[in-house]
Every structure is written in C-alpha cells, then in structure tokens.
C-alpha cells in the first residue's frame, strides 16, 4: 500500500520561509511526477509546483521566485522550499504522485493527506 507522508507545515509570519517534504512509501517501482497542490477555505485545489523524475519543473505564476521544488529520488521524497510567504499562501497543502507499484506494475495517482501552511499578516 502506497502512502505519502507530508510534513513541515505550520504557521509563520508574512515574508518568512518553510520547508514542505512529502515521503512516499510502500512497494514502489517507479516514480514519475511528483508535486503540490493546495487547496485554500472556499477555494478550488490549485497546483503549485511539479517536478518530473528528470528534474523538469513546472510553477503556478503566483509561486515564481519564491518557491523552489527539489526531490530526492533515492529517498521517494519531494521538497518545496517556501520563501517570501504571503498571507494569500495560505491553504492546505497536498502532495502528489504519479507512481506504479510492483502490486500494479501500472502508473497511479496518489494524494498525501495534507499538511496545513497559514501566514499571518
């Protein structure tokens, strides 16, 4: 069973910096994209960054110059180092992969559960 396990959110003041990673586990095979989402009260989940297994990255405009998403493919884990916060970055969170198990040798979706980021102003 695949599980993506994010951690470092919390609550920081506008123009500080945190450090989101999200680990996937379980009988893997293969990762392709991994990336974040988040999803702010009343609002539609939004993408924020991706990366691909060859390091190809992808950013919402809103996000440019202030974040930065790296991973680790020998540990499974994505990073998404955010500078420069703004009240408006405020949200949930989400981890996401594109992976195949040896269970279904196929390319799945897969959610982390969340990890709450709020700026104050």
């Known amino acids: 069973q695949v599980q993506l396990v994010e951690s470092g959110g919390g609550l920081v003041q506008a123009g500080g910096s945190l450090r989101l990673s999200c680990a996937a586990s379980?009988?893997?095979?293969?990762?392709?994209?991994m990336g974040w989402y988040r999803q702010a009260p009343g609002k539609q989940r939004e993408l924020v960054a991706t990366?691909?297994?060859?390091?190809?990255?992808n950013y919402a405009d809103s996000v440019k110059g202030r974040f930065t998403i790296s991973r680790d493919n020998a540990k499974n884990t994505v990073y998404l180092q955010m500078n420069s916060l703004k009240p408006e970055d405020t949200a949930v969170y989400y981890c996401?992969?594109?992976?195949?198990?040896?269970?279904?040798?196929?390319?799945?979706?897969?959610w982390g559960q969340g990890t709450q980021v709020t700026v104050s102003s």
């Open positions: 990366i691909t297994s060859g390091g190809s990255t």
């Open positions: 996401n992969a594109d992976l195949a198990t040896i269970e279904t040798m196929k390319r799945y979706n897969y």
């Open positions: 379980g009988s893997i095979v293969s990762i392709n994209a």
